[in-house]
């Protein structure tokens, strides 16, 4: 099975900053890599999909990049909207797997 | 406007069963896979179960397998999880997610539920 690790797992930052959370995948999985967000008590967000591809209504501040086994969430510039847990999923092949999550937080 | 709406979750003893149903709209639910995601309390996400659009292939993680059961009625737009011996690592929202992308098994969700909540405990 395809182990999905995440890092940072907490990051701190402030509003209008630019973050990146890496994901990476225990083998290859070409570019079948999706971000979501979650916000307590809701239920999980699409963000992007195809590793690289933005869900429509997602704003453009947010971008995903990579390949293979290494890949990037980026938010250019943080709203405080964004402050929230972000997970990468892969769907290479059943069972999918996600990441652990990074907690993004005000600093 | 895509809607999934589970229901059936509760309290049960280690051991006992459940079952969970998602009742979607907004969409021709027979054209999409279906997988159902769990998250534990203050824990990350978890593919559990997914299903085939038409209900003839499905999937299942290692945690379930032998335990747990995935079905839909696509007249009835429903998708079921039947959780049997249930253990107290179980507890979890149980989120049902539509799923989109290409091929059999090349899926991410871009809609979910709210989540139901199970809490296996004596």
């Not at chain 1, 990049?65 to 092949?93: M, N, R, V, W």
């Not at chain 2, 009625?73 to 079921?80: H, V």
Request: overall charge neutral; charged content about 15%; proline content about 3%.
């Amino acid at each position: 099975d395809i182990q999905m690790t995440q890092s940072p797992s907490t990051l701190s930052a402030s509003v209008g900053d630019g973050v990146t959370i890496t994901c990476r995948a225990s083998q290859s999985i070409s570019n079948w890599l999706a971000w979501y967000q979650q916000k307590p008590g809701k239920a999980p967000k699409l963000l992007i999909y195809k590793a690289s591809s933005l869900e429509s209504g997602v704003p453009s501040r947010f971008s995903g990049g990579g390949s293979g086994t290494e890949f990037t969430l980026t938010i250019s510039s943080l709203q405080p909207d964004d402050f929230a847990t972000y997970y990468c999923q892969h769907y290479k092949s059943y069972p999918y797997s996600f990441g652990q999550g990074t907690k993004l937080e005000i600093k | 406007e895509v809607q999934l709406v589970e229901s059936g979750g509760g309290l049960v003893q280690p051991g006992g069963s459940l079952r969970l149903s998602c009742v979607v709209s907004g969409f021709t639910f027979d054209n999409y896979a279906m997988s159902w995601v769990r998250q534990a309390p203050g824990k990350g996400l978890e593919w559990v179960l997914g299903i085939s659009g038409t209900g003839s292939l499905t999937y299942y993680a290692d945690s379930v397998k032998g335990r747990f059961t995935i079905s839909r009625d696509n007249l009835k737009n429903t998708l079921y999880l039947q959780m049997n011996s249930l253990r107290a690592e179980d507890t979890a929202i149980y989120y049902c997610a539509k799923a989109v992308g290409v091929g059999a098994t090349n899926y991410f969700f871009d809609y979910w539920g709210q989540g139901a909540l199970v809490t296996v405990s004596s």
